[in-house]
């Protein structure tokens, strides 16, 4: 038995010795095989997220692209009405200017403005009324009852600023914006005497 073992043994041993270069090849050629498996792994992994990242970002900047454009389109309305008016009587005062230029700034960066003074709540009601046929002035004559936070919502509403954006302006949070439009439209009757779908609708219309 010890022979036979030993005979194995020593076969063997001339097998590795005979093959050594081989096996020692095979190996490496494992071990580089493994190598390669292992980088492709990471660099496809690498590149997915890679693809992810580009995509997310591209939509970020598509989004970012559209707000810009709605902006814009919203203050080159209100530049036309101007324009109008300038050619019409030449009328355009420096308050007129000082109050276009405020709304722009609101409109492109709502939460630069932290508190508004009354200097700068008295420019967007005058630039309210520039461009929405004196509805600051309508709107105090017919409910001159409302308080003045009040007053300033609708302004803000007529202006088209979103509800985040009112929040913001208003310092509130958005369910108190909600919430003060519901209260509103019951106080004003709104949904008797008016057949608008929402607050917004009957402040864009009046």
């Not at 389109?73 to 008016?85: A, D, G, H, L």
């Amino acid at each position: 038995m010890v022979v036979i073992t030993q005979t194995v043994f020593s076969c063997w041993s001339r097998v590795f010795s005979d093959n050594m270069l081989e096996i020692g090849t095979g190996i490496a050629l494992l071990f580089f095989c493994f190598l390669y498996w292992k980088y492709k792994r990471l660099y496809v992994q690498g590149e997915c997220e890679q693809a992810t990242v580009a995509s997310r970002l591209e939509k970020e900047l598509s989004e970012e692209m559209k707000i810009i454009n709605e902006l814009e389109t919203e203050v080159n309305r209100y530049r036309t009405i101007f324009n109008k008016q300038f050619c019409a009587d030449s009328a355009v005062s420096l308050k007129d200017v000082e109050s276009f230029n405020f709304y722009v700034s609101l409109l492109r960066n709502p939460a630069s403005a932290n508190r508004f003074s009354m200097d700068e709540w008295d420019n967007l009601f005058h630039f309210t009324d520039i461009v929405s046929n004196d509805f600051c002035t309508r709107f105090l004559e017919a409910y001159s009852y409302l308080k003045w936070k009040d007053i300033r919502l609708c302004c803000l509403i007529r202006l088209k600023f979103s509800t985040n954006d009112v929040a913001i302006l208003l310092g509130i949070k958005e369910e108190s914006v909600i919430k003060n439009k519901n209260r509103l439209k019951k106080q004003l009757e709104v949904d008797i005497k008016h057949s608008f779908e929402g607050f917004d609708e009957y402040i864009n219309q009046f």
